[in-house]
């Protein structure tokens, strides 16, 4: 079956630090990966997404990029700030089912000033 | 982007009793729509897919008699919490997809469930 791991959270960093989370994943098919990210008392939003083998996804300083040989799409900072605190979601997606997702635990990012 | 709206954002009810949850697209018309359950260490467990027109597609485990699914139009889904229990509170949410952007989801606020 489809199923996702992500990295156990929560994780804490100070600002200006690096970030990696990682995340692999076992799926039927080719799904395009995501990551959403939850900010405090909001719904998920779309971080960033990458649809095919090698392709870079990227936004708000965020990347990550879908490696089919490792089943991974870890998502990298380079510099996290204090409003980046939220919990992060990465999952596979499926466009001929309707973009059905399957998330992983999610990981709680703490950024402390 | 597409606007994804679910009501009520909060309910309390007692044991026994059911509960709607509606979601809305409102801006973009949805084939297909997906229930979610969020636990409380965060991770979202799919529950249902929604589609317009037809039954709902249960995911493994899921009552499907528990979790009544209607999806009556191409911008409305509702989930009924059936005869509800205080093991069923919890954080519901649902997405939409965007046929025009790659059936991308597009989530809903969510509804916080509480069953005394």
């Known amino acids: 079956g489809n199923s996702v791991t992500q990295m156990e959270g929560p994780v804490t960093l100070s600002e200006e630090a690096f970030l990696t989370i990682n995340c692999t994943y076992t799926?039927?098919?080719?799904?395009?990966l995501f990551w959403y990210v939850q900010y405090p008392g909001e719904g998920l939003q779309l971080l960033l997404k990458?649809?095919?083998?090698?392709d870079k996804g990227s936004n708000k300083g965020f990347e990550a990029t879908y490696r089919k040989e490792t089943t991974s799409f870890h998502l990298e900072k380079g510099s996290v700030q204090v409003s980046d605190s939220a919990v992060y979601f990465c999952?596979?997606?499926?466009?001929?089912?309707?973009?059905?997702?399957?998330f992983g635990q999610g990981t709680e990012l703490s950024v402390k000033p | 982007g597409a606007v994804v709206s679910q009501h009520p954002s909060r309910v309390i009810c007692k044991s026994g009793t059911s509960v709607k949850i509606e979601c809305r697209s409102l801006?973009?018309?949805?084939?297909?729509m997906f229930w979610y359950r969020q636990f409380p260490k965060k991770s979202l467990m799919l529950m249902a897919t929604?589609?317009?027109?037809?039954?709902?597609?249960?995911e493994q485990g899921v009552e499907k008699d528990k979790f009544l699914i209607n999806h009556a139009s191409l911008t409305l889904s509702t989930l009924t919490v059936t005869s509800a229990h205080p093991e069923d509170s919890s954080f519901y949410i649902c997405?939409?997809?965007?046929?025009?952007?790659?059936?991308?989801?597009?989530f809903g606020p969510g509804t916080r469930l509480t069953v005394l």
């Open positions: 997405s939409a997809g965007d046929p025009g952007a790659y059936n991308e989801q597009f």
């Open positions: 799926a039927t098919g080719y799904p395009s």
């Open positions: 990458a649809t095919k083998a090698d």
């Open positions: 999952a596979p997606g499926w466009d001929n089912q309707g973009g059905k997702l399957i």
């Open positions: 801006d973009f018309q949805a084939t297909t």
């Open positions: 929604s589609n317009e027109g037809s039954k709902a597609t249960y």
